[in-house]
């Protein structure tokens, strides 16, 4: 009842032209209570086209930067800019309009592969939706599908693997050419083949689009553009693989950490 009782926020459907995807974060803090801040002071610039990924152990403050940019909060202090407006000023539907995010575990709906990709927008063609599995390398996938891109879906997908719905995912973020593109790369639950797919369609995905990756597996961050090393809600080291490698310090550390690991798996 309480949670009924919250004034509500008028739902805006006005568009908004797609912005160019600059991003800057400004002395931005945040806390999901009060005083106990989980973003401190972080200042950082993600131009368009760039692929920034962020590296840090749980907790480190990953999330709650993707949770500000898509607006599901508003920072406590400081300020983010998209193209230089501020974000708050614009209404949370109209500027989610050219974002995308693709989940670690995609969520499917009961329909079809093709209304999963185009979410039956009327804006998303027959042929859009082809375009964008065919660009992801869907089609290694769906030839097993019987009906192809009519091929059902139950709900959440549980006929189709886990790099199946992966890949629909993927294309149903291209589909809708987002300026922005979040994607939490979880590459570590998908065998060999599957990830050699995900990697060239995430390659596919990133093109022309300012691109936040949330890195679990550092070998797949290699060619980020920037790498922000997270530390209790503080940017701890920035740069890129090989200026972090050099510096050995927090980032090198890990690198090596998993490096080994998996050679001797």
């Not at 995308?100 to 804006?123: A, H």
């Not at 009906?147 to 549980?158: F, L, M, Q, R, T």
């Not at 940017?235 to 090198?252: A, C, F, K, P």
Request: charge should be negative; proline fraction near 2%; charged fraction near 25%.
């Amino acid at each position: 009842f309480q949670l009924l009782d919250e004034t509500g926020e008028d739902v805006k459907d006005e568009r908004m032209e797609r912005y160019e995807g600059n991003v800057e974060f400004q002395n931005v803090s945040f806390a999901y209570k009060a005083d106990e801040y989980v973003l401190k002071n972080l200042n950082f610039v993600a131009n368009k086209g760039e692929t920034v990924a962020l590296v840090g152990h749980t907790g480190s403050g990953k999330s709650s930067i993707m949770n500000l940019l898509f607006r599901f909060y508003d920072p406590s202090k400081g300020k983010i800019l998209i193209d230089g407006i501020d974000i708050t000023t614009v209404p949370r539907q109209t500027i989610r309009d050219h974002m995308g995010i693709v989940l670690q575990d995609p969520y499917l709906f009961s329909g079809t592969i093709e209304s999963n990709v185009s979410l039956s927008d009327p804006r998303i063609s027959r042929e859009t939706v082809i375009e964008a599995l065919e660009a992801v390398g869907g089609e290694r996938v769906l030839k097993n599908l019987e009906k192809g891109i009519d091929e059902p879906v139950i709900e959440k997908g549980s006929t189709l693997s886990s790099g199946q719905r992966q890949l629909v995912s993927f294309a149903r973020a291209l589909a809708f050419d987002p300026a922005i593109l979040i994607l939490d790369e979880a590459t570590s639950n998908i065998d060999t083949e599957t990830e050699e797919i995900i990697q060239h369609a995430m390659d596919v995905l990133k093109k022309g689009r300012t691109t936040f990756i949330i890195a679990h597996r550092l070998s797949t961050i290699k060619n980020a553009d920037r790498i922000l090393v997270l530390d209790r809600g503080e940017i701890v080291e920035s740069g890129s693989h090989d200026e972090l490698i050099e510096l050995q310090g927090r980032y090198e550390q890990m690198y090596k950490l998993q490096a080994g690991v998996s050679q001797h798996v």
